[in-house]
């Protein structure tokens, strides 16, 4: 195993039956040892909760953790693991989150928002204030996938000055979900736009891709980049310390 570098995955789905993610206990631990191999001394799971698709209520996911957390602890060469969860921003999943029946990052202070791949809420700024006027860090999962930022990301720059913080997926560099968004990931990557990156790992085979997008801003930006996006940036998120 390689030597671990201290990195935190902030995004990843090794819960197994849950969603689109691991499938069973073995290919949970399968993906975290390659995770652990890449470098990742803690992984965060991220599971959906997302109505119509992935409906998983706080409860539901918490469970499926405590069934799979016992199974990973036993095994060798994992990270540490906690549980969060990846929320669709919709309006019911926003007032769940409002009424304290989400699942924030660990630590309570931040929590992981996905969005409509075209489009951004109407009334995305005003429901983005309500969650930091509620103490939490509103993160904006792989902001790189959303079609409406190809052409431009001032509505991300805007939602960034105002307190929310964009998460990279790394493997978008290096071409996994197309070309727009991989021009649109190297874009806001030299331009600062985001504060941390993360693996959103649903496979064992997706570690390929992660590590290739890792080469990439280390040869590109040098190692100092690699560890503010992969260490120091998400520990500033799970512990609430982003810029406001």
């Not at 409860?59 to 799979?68: F, G, H, N």
């Not at 016992?70 to 926003?94: Q, R, T």
């Not at 109407?122 to 999962?141: K, Y």
Request: with cysteine; net charge negative.
């Amino acid at each position: 195993m390689a030597p671990k570098s201290g990195f935190v995955d902030l995004h990843c789905h090794f819960v197994p039956g849950i969603d689109d993610g691991a499938r069973t206990p073995e290919e949970a631990i399968e993906l975290l040892q390659a995770l652990a191999t890449a470098g990742f001394e803690h992984v965060v799971a991220t599971p959906h909760m997302r109505p119509g698709l992935f409906d998983n209520s706080r409860e539901e996911l918490t469970a499926a953790y405590e069934r799979v957390r016992p199974v990973v602890a036993a095994a060798e060469g994992v990270p540490e693991i906690s549980l969060s969860s990846e929320h669709y921003f919709d309006e019911v999943v926003f007032r769940r989150l409002m009424n304290g029946e989400g699942l924030p990052y660990p630590g309570g202070r931040a929590v992981l928002l996905e969005f409509y791949e075209v489009d951004f809420l109407p009334a995305i700024g005003e429901r983005l204030f309500d969650l930091r006027r509620n103490r939490l860090v509103p993160v904006i999962a792989h902001p790189e996938r959303y079609r409406c930022l190809w052409k431009s990301h001032e509505r991300l720059t805007a939602l960034v000055d105002a307190g929310a913080v964009a998460l990279l997926d790394t493997a978008a560099l290096v071409g996994k979900y197309g070309k727009e968004p991989e021009r649109c990931a190297r874009r806001m990557l030299e331009e600062g736009i985001y504060h941390a990156a993360c693996s959103d790992a649903h496979r064992v085979a997706d570690v390929e891709d992660v590590e290739d997008g890792i080469r990439f801003i280390r040869k590109r930006y040098g190692a100092e980049e690699v560890d503010l996006l992969l260490r120091i940036g998400p520990r500033e998120i799970l512990a609430g310390t982003v810029p406001e």
